[in-house]
């Protein structure tokens, strides 16, 4: 539990993060009482940390507040694959307390190092409880991820082998490009994993696309420029459309 005295470290926190991020959690905080805020604890969990066991007991709310996360329980022909990725601000457990699960869902893992606030099932609860406010964001963002989730696992089941690479990709700039450009340190393993193909064919597909200039290789990094994007968008936009019209 933060002492009063360190009610410093969450204020700290908060006011480190980015314009979007702090003002978001500011809005979420906003009701919360002082004895909430006292509760949280701030972890800093390394990357590939695993902090959600799926169908473990929901003990704890987690709140993303640096870093990225992935999900990697779902599994596609045996291989598994983190069908989705969060970004700061993002809450984990909250969904299962409104549909009343009594265990977690899915799996969840740290990409990079992470930073939370975290605090027991129990107090989480209580607030929510109490808090039209805070309810209301938290049913909009379990809507918002559903839809999103749907729409994905739909494109993504009918895209193959490099196609669905080149989705992977365009997604990953988008989460991660800075001043236009993408750098991707990710091993062939943790493509596979993204992708749901094998390792096999997560090769050839690169190899494929660093022909076709999707992707620029240099050393072990894979850059994406802001036009290679905008490539990536027309072909899958294409392949939407075609797919659409069947």
Not at 37 to 62: A, D, H, W
Not at 65 to 93: C, N, Q, S, W
Not at 110 to 133: A, G, Y
Request: charged share 30%.
């Amino acid at each position: 539990m933060l002492r009063q005295d360190s009610m410093e470290q969450l204020l700290s926190l908060i006011e480190s993060l980015g314009r979007q991020e702090r003002e978001y959690l500011e809005d979420y905080l906003a009701e919360a009482p002082l004895w909430l805020m006292q509760s949280f604890q701030i972890q800093k969990l390394p990357r590939g940390t695993i902090f959600i066991r799926e169908e473990e007991e929901v003990n704890m709310i987690y709140i993303l507040a640096k870093g990225t996360v992935r999900a990697v329980d779902h599994r596609v022909l045996g291989i598994a694959y983190d069908y989705m990725r969060f970004e700061p601000i993002k809450l984990f457990g909250t969904m299962e307390i409104l549909l009343d699960r009594e265990t977690y869902e899915t799996t969840l893992s740290t990409v990079t190092e992470c930073t939370m606030l975290v605090i027991s099932r129990h107090k989480f609860e209580k607030w929510l409880r109490s808090d039209r406010h805070v309810l209301l964001m938290e049913i909009k963002s379990m809507g918002n991820y559903l839809l999103e989730q749907a729409k994905k696992e739909r494109i993504f089941l009918f895209l193959q082998g490099a196609d669905r690479m080149i989705l992977l990709f365009m997604r990953l700039y988008e989460h991660n490009q800075e001043n236009g450009i993408c750098d991707l340190r990710m091993t062939r393993q943790e493509l596979s994993e993204s992708s749901g193909l094998c390792v096999k064919t997560v090769n050839r597909s690169v190899k494929a696309m660093e022909e076709e200039s999707y992707i620029t290789k240099k050393g072990y990094t894979l850059e994406i420029n802001r036009e290679q994007y905008l490539k990536m968008k027309e072909f899958i936009a294409d392949k939407v459309a075609n797919y659409e019209k069947k």
